[in-house]
């Protein structure tokens, strides 16, 4: 069974780090793909958040977003195939940041085939949030093993 766990684990955070491999492949000096592609969208994002709170976000280079993004999905991958609740922590901040930059279904019409198409990928990425939201309740709800002391049995004198 312990197998088994470890096995799902593994097959569950391919997803993580062959994206973030495929990221890191392609980083080079501007941040790659991901940082061209995540750049107009972040600035919406950004130009939304503050037109409603009035709270002005702090500029840096979106390359720095993506060097995060691949580390948080490196790490968090690692600390999860070993069954570690803080590698669950780092995916489900990554899960809960990146795809509501990236799938941005709501700057569409819904009779979009765009928005048909963001709206399908954000709702398989919030499927991986339930996914390990799920991990942290269930490691959370197993009781510990208590390790039983061995009594020692003393030899009858006399």
């Not at 991990?135 to 510990?144: A, H, T, V």
Request: glycine fraction near 8%.
């Amino acid at each position: 069974m312990a197998f088994l766990s470890f096995f799902g684990r593994v097959l569950f955070v391919s997803v993580f780090m062959l994206s973030a491999w495929q990221e890191y492949q392609d980083y080079g000096v501007d941040g790659g793909a991901a940082a061209k592609s995540l750049g107009p969208k972040f600035d919406t994002v950004t130009k939304h958040f503050t037109t409603q709170t009035g709270l002005q976000v702090p500029d840096f280079e979106i390359k720095f977003a993506v060097a995060a993004a691949i580390g948080l999905k490196t790490l968090g991958g690692i600390f999860f195939i070993l069954g570690s609740n803080i590698g669950a922590l780092l995916l489900l901040l990554h899960q809960a940041i990146i795809p509501t930059i990236v799938y941005d279904f709501y700057n569409y019409d819904i009779d979009t085939t765009e928005f048909a198409q963001l709206f399908v990928k954000f709702t398989q990425n919030l499927a991986l949030a339930g996914a390990l939201l799920f991990f942290i309740g269930m490691k959370n709800s197993l009781p510990r093993r208590t390790l039983k002391k061995k009594s020692v049995v003393k030899a009858k004198t006399g």
